[in-house]
């Protein structure tokens, strides 16, 4: 299974709400990260996890807030957002080591905040 | 932060002839630098990638080129054919032994095969 996936496919959330984004993989692999795509534009990282823990935060609002249970899941939790943060977000997963390996990406949710 | 730059944003040409994407970066930490295709309202498929210990790298009809030292690589596709129209992002990482940092991707090219 070399598959990356994500739910839900899309979401519409108002600037109250809170709402949580999962990604699963089950390749075994212990880096996860999460992407936001802007339309016409590249992919930006957002987050890096490495074992289940966060090692990369780049700068993003507290409005999101990662989280990994376990080795196959990534969330993204998403609460109070604003209209600037509608986007697709990605998330992608690779292997660890001494690499480098492919990071394999999931079909994002589209995410329309009101 | 690593910044990478991507040109052209837009390519066409017809097809079976050749399309280059070229893109540079800053990091002269960065040792991997994957090709990814993202054809619209589908998720980034990697097509092609290349390590810092490499100078050239082939698949098919597909080529990446690196020249570490202008801090610069490329991408060829060859017989181009109208599958291969989609949006190409190039992408550049640091891999240290305990994995990865992320990538941070190029503005994209928009190739587009004229029949």
């Known amino acids: 299974d070399t598959e990356v996936t994500q739910t839900p496919k899309h979401l519409v959330m108002g600037m109250t709400n809170k709402k949580s984004l999962k990604c699963e993989q089950h390749?075994?692999?212990?880096?996860m990260y999460w992407y936001k795509q802007k339309a016409k534009k590249p992919p930006e990282l957002m987050f890096v996890?490495?074992?289940?823990?966060?090692?990369i935060n780049e700068s993003v609002p507290s409005r999101f807030s990662p989280e990994c249970p376990n080795s196959s899941l990534l969330n993204l939790h998403l609460h109070a957002l604003q209209p600037e943060d509608s986007a697709l977000y990605l998330c992608a997963s690779s292997e660890k080591g001494p690499g480098p390996y492919e990071q394999y990406f999931g079909p994002g949710t589209r995410l329309t905040v009101t | 932060g690593e910044n990478v730059e991507q040109h052209p944003s837009t390519l066409s040409v017809q097809e079976g002839d050749s399309a280059v994407i070229k893109c540079t970066y800053s990091?002269?930490?960065?040792?991997?630098f994957p090709w990814y295709k993202q054809e619209l309202g589908k998720r980034p498929q990697l097509i092609i990638d290349?390590?810092?210990?490499?100078g050239e790298k082939k698949d098919q009809r597909i080529a990446v080129t690196l020249n570490k030292t202008a801090k610069h690589f490329s991408l060829h596709i060859t017989e181009t054919q109208p599958e291969d129209s989609a949006v190409y992002f190039c992408?550049?990482?640091?891999?240290?032994?305990?994995?990865?940092?992320?990538?941070?991707f190029g503005k994209g090219t928009h190739l587009i095969i004229q029949p």
């Open positions: 390749m075994g692999h212990r880096a």
């Open positions: 290349i390590r810092s210990n490499v």
């Open positions: 996890y490495s074992y289940e823990k966060l090692s």
């Open positions: 992408a550049a990482g640091v891999y240290s032994g305990g994995g990865a940092d992320g990538l941070t």
């Open positions: 990091d002269s930490a960065s040792n991997y």
